[in-house]
């Protein structure tokens, strides 16, 4: 089994900045790609951001382009999300999700393994 561990979060004012980190243990080989997704209140869990086992690849989703980065870091086996600007509609918890497959993908079915989340929450 693999076991994420979320950390990271918190509350911060609009315009602020968190990063967020997952830390990877367990039956981490054959871990491949990494991903950050996120459930607002009241809707659907949604993807976020998304890296390659490389590192070279990346998605991000267009609601967080251009503020959103994520990083990974093999040798510590551990994913990030650095995030910028922050805005209130960025309030959610946060959740890593590691696949087996190399690429990132924004899909949830390609994701085996799930973090239980960090909240974080932006205030006007």
């Known amino acids: 089994q693999v076991q994420l561990v979320e950390s990271g979060g918190g509350l911060v004012q609009a315009g602020g900045s968190l990063r967020l980190s997952c830390a990877a243990s367990g039956r981490t080989l054959g871990i491949l790609a990494l991903g950050w997704f996120r459930q607002a209140p009241g809707k659907e869990r949604e993807f976020a951001a998304a890296i390659s086992w490389s590192g070279d690849s990346t998605k991000t989703a267009d609601s967080v382009k251009g503020r959103f980065t994520i990083s990974r870091d093999n040798a510590k086996n551990t994913v990030y999300l650095q995030m910028n600007s922050l805005k209130p509609e960025d309030t959610a918890v946060y959740y890593c999700?590691?696949?087996?497959?190399?690429?990132?993908?924004?899909?949830?079915?390609?994701?085996?393994?799930w973090g239980q989340g960090t909240q974080v929450t932006v205030s006007l």
């Open positions: 999700a590691a696949s087996r497959m190399s690429l990132a993908t924004s899909r949830q079915d390609a994701y085996n393994y």
